[in-house]
């Protein structure tokens, strides 16, 4: 049977915990995933971690010479995609063993319109003594249209992509003051959302770890790429709008917009 999607693992560093992604794939009730993980430059034990994988044909490996950042990293990881269907694994976060069975089913029965799909995310943060901290359930939606999707603040998860339709916009976006380095989720789905729609199932597909090597505590970094994002949006859709931004528990969200006014000829 021929792979339907591709699972890419971009890794920098996360030796500790990329051997638990990497077999939540191998424990998938879809047995016939192929699985992409690129090694953004490691300093740590990552490629001895993964190197027993690799006897699986199913398996490649792919380490960058030098440490390029997130979406390039990811972009190189989709230049090898060969499959209709292409998702992101963090290398700190887990699937269900479920999730590409039912995305997969999903996915067969969605129009060529739709360019993701999504579902709900269980957030959890394991205190040092390895016993769980808080298991956060975020349930996601379905949106009308790209200002919609704008205002929600939100993200999508897990983030299954029609390969085809990720590739005709360039994959993920490098163009900010960080060169793709942050934030590498809201910018690729504000590019997609341009060209696709979002399609979303109301099941838990995806588990996210809270720990404090994630790249969202740098919280001073994520407020300026999240406003840079969202005027960078609505530059590139016609510039008709201004943002009203509200600060919330340190970070940065969008509440409204408001039209700009009529330039006089």
Not at 118 to 134: A, R, T
Request: charge should be negative; include cysteine; charged fraction near 25%.
């Amino acid at each position: 049977m021929e792979s339907e999607v591709t699972v890419l693992i971009p890794t920098y560093n996360a030796g500790s915990f990329l051997k638990e992604a990497i077999e939540t794939v191998f424990k998938q009730t879809y047995e016939h995933w192929k699985l992409i993980v690129v090694d953004d430059a490691s300093t740590d034990e990552s490629i001895a971690i993964a190197k027993p994988y690799l006897a699986d044909p199913r398996v490649t490996y792919m380490c960058n010479e030098r440490n390029i950042g997130q979406s390039k990293t990811m972009n190189v990881g989709l230049a090898a995609v060969t499959t209709p269907y292409v998702i992101q694994l963090d290398a700190d976060d887990w699937f269900f063993p479920y999730t590409l069975e039912v995305l997969l089913a999903e996915a067969r029965n969605q129009p060529e319109h739709v360019g993701l799909i999504s579902g709900n995310i269980n957030s959890i943060s394991i205190n040092p003594s390895g016993g769980l901290f808080f298991n956060i359930v975020t349930r996601n939606r379905s949106f009308r249209d790209k200002y919609d999707f704008l205002l929600s603040n939100m993200s999508q998860w897990p983030r299954f992509y029609r390969t085809s339709t990720l590739k005709s916009i360039g994959g993920w976006p490098a163009d900010d003051p960080y060169e793709g380095r942050y934030m590498e989720d809201k910018r690729v789905l504000m590019r997609l959302i341009e060209v696709c729609h979002f399609h979303w199932i109301d099941v838990p597909l995806y588990i996210h770890r809270r720990h404090h090597h994630n790249q969202t505590n740098l919280i001073d970094i994520y407020r300026e790429i999240t406003e840079w994002n969202i005027r960078d949006a609505l530059k590139r859709w016609g510039d008709e709008y201004d943002p009203v931004f509200m600060k919330e528990n340190g970070w940065i969200k969008i509440v409204d917009l408001r039209p700009k006014a009529k330039r006089q000829p």
